[in-house]
């Protein structure tokens, strides 16, 4: 019987990706502490991080702490380009790689005898992005995901660690409770007041112990603070949901304008699952008021699609049973998940065609779309939009393009 | 620091470039009828989300103004998208 192969995977970090890359873009931001985000910090350098700085921190807060901090919105599709230069070069080392918004994990598994000493691969690679994009990466080389991950961070910015297998156990039993992938800010508080502090602590609690604690998740971190985590590298490119969401530029509470930008961002929306060969189950429509109140309601369609006419009339309702306060809107935002392999599209009881047809259509709009940029087709209530935004080859500026998730 | 403002201009120009060695990088642009000399390419990236690719550049100019380039593969023409001013 032939042992299996020790797992090897990297885990691969963008330092303070937008931020680093608003400060790669004009040289006048270097060694300024920079925020990228509109309402909360979407991402700040490390120079802002000194001031205690930290993403989903509210600007208002942010500014408090760093009067001289540089705001910016933020530029979500050269955030995009720059990741897939960096998600090429983890391709170029690693038969599986999975993507996320500003971190890859490669499976490096079996790849001894292509790279020679993996640690050396990694320098390599650390190397490549660097010249290829200008950026950083930090990198953690361990015998799992979690292990990779966690051993990464030790080393930020522009770090590369590694851990074997055989030191997992010394290097996870003194950290913070909070530090093990999985326990978030309200299990860290339930752990804490039990009085157990670190990772190592959590190992006296029973795998049904801490699954009546916390459900599945409990499963999990039971071999989790043990070093385990079988969880495999997918090489896929399939995102868990697709979020479109802006704020828009002026605080608005006219319903043309607000359906017209909803319209909008499920057509982006709509278009990247097509794209992916996905087709959604659940439609979720967010709102944010003008003063800090938010709004969210999720409802799944009858039949999973990716037709814009389809999720639309579910995301309109969704809008309309939401948008109940006499109060202006900050942002609108909808998100797809819950995401099924495509099928096409079920035709109508009577006339079997239309379904076809309107796939049809969408398909040759994306072509036309896809070779002039998705704003050289407005249609519906999206048209509300002309001429009251900026527009670009992409379609209408937004002022807070969220990214795919 | 001084707060950066970016003034949108999208207009085609014409742009002085070196293509050698694979790569392209813009050396001056003419904008209103006034040269502006390359002193540095801040950074480059492409984006794949058309038919062809189109190729940016934020680049500096000899008086210190951060402008962003782009080359339309498809018809090779470049467009000046935005300056960075300070103040």
Known sequence: ?405 | MPELHIERIDEAVAVRADFRGGVVSPVAFRRQRRQHRISRVNARWIERSGRHPTFFFSVTDDTGDVYQLQLQSADMLWWLDTVTLEG
């Not at chain 1, 990772?199 to 049904?208: F, H, N, T």
């Not at chain 1, 604690?213 to 490119?237: K, M, S, W, Y």
């Open chain 1, 1 to 405: 019987m032939t042992t299996p192969t020790p797992r090897t995977v990297l885990h691969v970090d963008i330092d303070a990706f937008f931020a680093a890359i608003e400060q790669l873009r004009d040289p006048r931001l270097h060694g300024q502490p920079v925020i990228v985000g509109a309402g909360v910090i979407a991402s700040c350098s490390y120079e802002a991080r000194r001031f205690g700085l930290h993403a989903g921190m509210p600007l208002s807060e942010a500014r408090r702490l760093c009067p001289k901090a540089v705001i910016l919105e933020g530029h979500a599709q050269v955030y995009r380009s720059f990741a897939e230069t960096i998600f090429e070069c983890c391709r170029e080392i690693s038969p599986s790689v999975e993507t996320f918004l500003d971190e890859a994990y490669c499976d490096l598994t079996g790849t001894d005898r292509l790279h020679g000493d993996l640690l050396e691969a990694a320098r390599a690679l650390k190397q490549r992005i660097r010249e290829r994009s200008g950026l950083t990466v930090s990198c953690g080389l361990g015998p799992n995901r979690m292990l990779a991950k966690l051993v990464g961070k030790t080393r930020k910015p522009d770090g590369l660690a590694r851990l074997e297998a055989s030191e997992a156990d010394a290097f996870l039993r003194d950290r913070p409770i909070e530090q093990l992938a999985g326990v978030g800010r309200a299990h860290a508080q339930t752990l804490r007041s039990m009085n157990l502090l670190t990772i190592g602590d959590l190992r006296v609690l029973s795998v049904e112990a801490l699954t009546a604690l916390f459900g599945v998740i409990g499963r999990q971190l039971h071999g989790r603070c043990r070093g385990h985590d079988t969880a495999p590298v997918h090489a896929r490119e399939v995102p868990l949901s697709i979020s479109r969401e802006t704020s828009f530029h002026r605080d608005t509470a006219d319903r043309g304008e607000i359906e017209g930008m909803l319209e909008y961002l499920v057509g982006r929306a709509c278009r990247t699952a097509r794209e992916l060969d996905l087709e959604a189950r659940t439609v979720a429509v967010r709102l944010r008021y003008s003063d800090h109140e938010g709004a969210e309601q999720a409802r799944s369609l009858g039949t999973p699609s990716d037709a814009d006419p389809v999720v639309l009339s579910l995301a309109l309702d969704l809008f309309r049973r939401q948008f109940t306060r006499r109060v202006a809107l900050h942002g609108v935002g909808v998100t797809l998940s819950n995401f099924a392999s495509r099928v096409g599209e079920q035709g109508e009881l009577f006339d079997a065609g239309a379904g076809f047809r309107r796939e049809s259509l969408l398909r040759a709009f994306d072509d036309v779309r896809g070779a002039y940029g998705h704003g050289v087709l407005v249609s519906g209530r999206a048209l509300h939009l002309k001429g009251r935004l900026a527009e670009d080859r992409h379609g209408f500026v937004l002022r807070t393009p969220s990214l795919t998730q």
